[in-house]
Structures are given as structure tokens and as C-alpha cells.
């Protein structure tokens, strides 16, 4: 999204390591940030629940088993240069994209 002028930055309550195997799994190509206690989302006022050991599936099809501090429920934000917030809603991966572009466009240049 460089082309748009903007930085796309995901945060959970995953380790590193389970961001650095996450990432590499779904090829993402955006930085992932560590909330292990919950402290950023809590902050942004996003629910936080207690987290737990889960089941992954690799890129080579390896069922791993990662820890999680806490569970952040999936929310998207678009802040500023600011540092305001211009646009927040509870996580919509069908529809997130959209909005997303259209909270960016509607930003004074």
C-alpha cells in the first residue's frame, strides 16, 4: 500500500515466533507487532480474552502447536499522520479492504 502512502501493521497476542511462522505461512508482506499481555489492544479499547494453546498448520502442512498470551478480537484501525483516528470497526475480512481505501482516500494529502 506504499502507493497509497500509508503502512499496514497487524498486532495479536502472538509471540514472535508464532508471527515469524504465521507470516511465512500466509506470505504476508506487512509487519506483525507482539501484544503478548493484551496492553496495545487494551488501549484501543479492543476485547482481550485469555489465551491459550492452538493448533497451526505450517506451509509445509506440519500441525504445530503455539501458545498464545491472549486472544485480541479482530479489529481494523486507520490512524492518521496526526496520530488521529480516522476510521475503526470491528474486523470484516470480506469488506475490510474497501473500507480501508476508502477511509485513505477520504484523507486530506
Not at 482481550?48 to 493448533?55: A, I, R, W
Amino acid at each position: 500500500m506504499t502507493d497509497k502512502g500509508v503502512e499496514v501493521i497487524g498486532v495479536s497476542g502472538d509471540a514472535v515466533s508464532n508471527q515469524t511462522l504465521f507470516k511465512k505461512t500466509h506470505n504476508l508482506n506487512f509487519t506483525l507487532l507482539s501484544d503478548e499481555s493484551g496492553d496495545v489492544a487494551k488501549k484501543f479499547g479492543v476485547p482481550v480474552s485469555k489465551g491459550g494453546t492452538f493448533p497451526f498448520k505450517d506451509a509445509d502442512g506440519n500441525t504445530v502447536e503455539l501458545k498464545r498470551g491472549v486472544t485480541i478480537q479482530r479489529w481494523t484501525f486507520v490512524i492518521g499522520k496526526d496520530g488521529k483516528i480516522l476510521y475503526q470497526a470491528k474486523g470484516d475480512i470480506a469488506n475490510d479492504p474497501k473500507l480501508v481505501l476508502q477511509a485513505i482516500e477520504k484523507t486530506p494529502k
